[in-house]
């Protein structure tokens, strides 16, 4: 028996922000809720795929954009096969962005700024990782020795300091209705 696809997939969110801003969370967020509407979605986080597919590259501007390379292919695989794809990444730099949007066809992206501002990330970091950074303990942190940079571009800019997780979630799944509306009618 073949399965007909489901109209209601093949997209990706891309959510990008400082360490702390509220990425993962947010993105874990969507998955369940989608999840619970019976749409098949995946997450893709940053610290998940450096610790397996993306292991052997570091913080360089060279090594971010090669994890950002692939995490965009694997990503665009993904919703290839009708998923909704949430992806959370720092992806601190402008070009990496670029790059992003390169791989991932413009009418299946929605990317995301997850806003939230340095002092406020440094209070949530659960991880230590701004801790260590501040006392040199750890090199190339994003927001501490290695930029952030606005972005010139975004689908949407969630400010995670003004905003509760469920309404950020809310906003998300509400543009994922807009955005993708005509796909999801067949």
């Known amino acids: 028996m073949t399965r007909k696809p489901s109209s209601d997939g093949g997209q990706v969110f891309w959510l990008f922000g400082l360490p702390s ?23 893709l986080d940053g610290d998940e795929l450096r610790s397996g597919v993306n ?4 913080f360089s501007d060279e090594d971010r954009a090669e994890n950002i390379r692939r995490a ?3 990503a665009q695989l993904l919703a290839g096969q009708q998923l909704t ?3 959370a990444f720092v992806t601190p730099k402008e070009v990496q962005r670029e ?14 700024h997850i806003d939230c501002p340095v002092e406020i990330c440094v209070a949530r970091d659960v991880k230590g990782l701004y801790a ?7 090199e190339l942190m994003t927001g501490v020795q290695s930029t952030f940079e ?24 509400e543009a994922r209705r807009q955005r993708f509306r005509n796909e999801n009618q067949t």
Not at 55 to 58: A, E, F, I, P, W
Not at 132 to 138: E, G, R, S
């Open 21 to 43: 801003s509220g990425k993962t969370t947010l993105a874990t967020a969507m998955k369940e809720a989608l999840l619970s509407e019976g749409v098949s979605a995946c997450l």
């Open 72 to 74: 965009a292919h694997l």
């Open 132 to 138: 260590k950074a501040l006392t040199n303990q750890m």
């Open 55 to 58: 292991r052997d590259l570091g």
């Open 150 to 173: 606005v972005p010139a571009f975004a689908d949407m800019t969630i400010p995670t300091s003004e905003m509760s997780i469920p309404a950020a979630l809310q906003k998300l799944l």
């Open 99 to 112: 790059l992003v949007r390169s791989i991932i066809p413009p009418e299946k992206l929605c990317l995301v």
């Open 85 to 87: 794809v949430i992806a």
